[in-house]
T-cell receptor, first 111, second 112 residues
Framework: QKEVEQNSGPLSVPEGAIASLNCTYSDRGSQSFFWYRQYSGKSPELIMFIYSNGDKEDGRFTAQLNKASQYVSLLIRDSQPSDSATYLCAVSPNSGYALNFGKGTSLLVTP | ETGVTQTPRHLVMGMTNKKSLKCEQHLGHNAMYWYKQSAKKPLELMFVYNFKEQTENNSVPSRFSPECPNSSHLFLHLHTLQPEDSALYLC???????????FGPGTRLTVL
């Protein structure tokens, strides 16, 4: 079974700090990795994707991928209360296949 | 707003009712998906359609019946559901050649 594991949290960080969200996956054939943000009562919103080992930065967000360790992370710099949400890690084995989602990590940014 | 719309946004139905959920996108995407999201569980893939053809049925009970009349519309027909089917049902679409999926707002379903 292809699994995507995330710590459910809640992860609590003070405003302005760096939030670090982690995800591991079991399928070594996975090629595409995504981070979605989901506010309570809303649908998931894509915020980052990464395909290659290393870091990818987009504004305050940095995705990190280590395929050898089967590990992907999301860093949020200068965390804001509006970043409080559940962050879903999703993994796709090949282009065009459906995504496998983790249960999500709940992030709370306190003022 | 991702350009993927779903109706209705909320639905309450009895176990003997028949209802349908609708998903629509005019983004030119050729793949469409139904997901179920229950409390404390990961998103569960239900069905995948590529170019109107069903390419995946993730062991979904027959009381859920999908329909994809064209690349822009996707339906989920519901009949004789159980209370445990209460969940958020999400539709997503994906452009050809790109892995990212874009979600609609979801339908919150309650089965009494």
């Amino acid at each position: 079974q292809k699994e995507v594991e995330q710590n459910s949290g809640p992860l609590s960080v003070p405003e302005g700090a760096i939030a670090s969200l982690n995800c591991t996956y079991s399928d070594r054939g996975s090629q595409s990795f995504f981070w979605y943000r989901q506010y309570s009562g809303k649908s998931p919103e894509l915020i980052m994707f990464i395909y290659s080992n290393g870091d990818k930065e987009d504004g305050r967000f940095t995705a990190q991928l280590n395929k050898a360790s089967q590990y992907v992370s999301l860093l949020i710099r200068d965390s804001q209360p509006s970043d409080s949400a559940t962050y879903l890690c999703a993994v796709s084995p090949n282009s065009g296949y459906a995504l496998n989602f983790g249960k999500g990590t709940s992030l709370l940014v306190t003022p | 707003e991702t350009g993927v719309t779903q109706t209705p946004r909320h639905l309450v139905m009895g176990m003997t009712n028949k209802k349908s959920l609708k998903c629509e996108q005019h983004l030119g995407h050729n793949a469409m998906y139904w997901y179920k999201q229950s409390a404390k569980k990961p998103l569960e893939l239900m069905f995948v359609y590529n170019f109107k053809e069903q390419t995946e049925n993730n062991s979904v009970p027959s009381r859920f019946s999908p329909e994809c009349p064209n690349s822009s519309h996707l339906f989920l027909h519901l009949h004789t559901l159980q209370p445990e089917d209460s969940a958020l049902y999400l539709c997503a679409s994906r452009p050809t050649g790109i892995d990212e999926q874009f979600f609609g707002p979801g339908t919150r379903l309650t089965v009494l």
